[in-house]
Structure formats: structure tokens, C-alpha cells
Nanobody, 128 residues
């Protein structure tokens, strides 16, 4: 299984921006669909954004559409989450996840149980 390490979290004021990065190692990155999930205090883990193997299809949670962009650089084995117009309700621990897909199809899975590899998480805090 691929190993994932997130970075880029921090404290930002409402309306600000952050870019999260997730570096993958130990696997063939191009075989993996990638996604970002988050877990807010007292809440279940929720899907934020996902991208297929060849960056040819993405999906977003309604709450972040138009504000967040997921992208991947297969040459660098890295997936990114560009977050803009941040809101206090975006405060959460953000997790990178990978799903091995030999035959990917078009569907971006939003259920966290469909992903087999996870990073340790990075804290994002948005102050009012």
C-alpha cells in the first residue's frame, strides 16, 4: 500500500487561502485515485474532494464547490488541495486518502470506506 504524508495545514483568517499537499511513496502513484477528507470536531469523517488516476475526473462536496480545487502531479507523486475563501466551518483535520484502481472507471468515490491508504492528517484552523 502507498504511504501518504500531508502538509500545508495551519491557522488562517476567514477569507484566506491554504494549499495542502499530500506526498505518496511506496506504490505506483498512477494506479491510485486520490481524495481529501476532513473531520471536524464531534463530526464524522466527510468527503471533501477526489480525483481519478489521470486527473481526468474530479468531484467535490457541495460545501466546498467553487472554493476548493483538487489536483495531482503524477510526476511528483503528489496531490494538492487548494483552498480559498476559507470559512470557520472549514476548520478540521484534513486527511489524504488513496484508492487502488487497476480499472478506474469514471466514478469518484465519496465513501471513506472505499479508500485503503490514509495519511496522518493535517490541522486546518480558520479564525473568524
Amino acid at each position: 500500500q502507498v504511504q501518504l504524508v500531508e502538509s500545508g495545514g495551519g491557522l488562517v483568517q476567514a477569507g484566506g487561502s491554504l494549499r495542502l499537499s499530500c506526498a505518496a511513496s511506496g506504490g505506483t502513484f498512477t494506479y491510485y485515485a486520490m481524495a481529501w477528507f476532513r473531520q471536524r470536531p464531534g463530526k464524522e469523517r466527510e468527503f471533501v474532494a477526489g480525483v481519478k488516476r489521470n486527473d481526468d475526473n474530479t468531484d467535490y462536496a457541495d460545501s466546498v464547490k467553487g472554493r476548493f480545487v483538487i489536483s495531482r502531479d503524477n510526476a511528483k507523486n503528489t496531490v494538492y488541495l487548494q483552498m480559498t475563501s476559507l470559512k470557520p466551518e472549514d476548520t478540521a483535520v484534513y486527511f489524504c486518502a488513496a484508492r487502488l484502481e487497476y480499472y478506474p472507471g469514471r466514478v469518484v468515490y465519496t465513501d471513506w470506506k472505499m479508500y485503503g491508504s490514509w495519511g496522518q492528517g493535517t490541522q486546518v484552523t480558520v479564525s473568524p
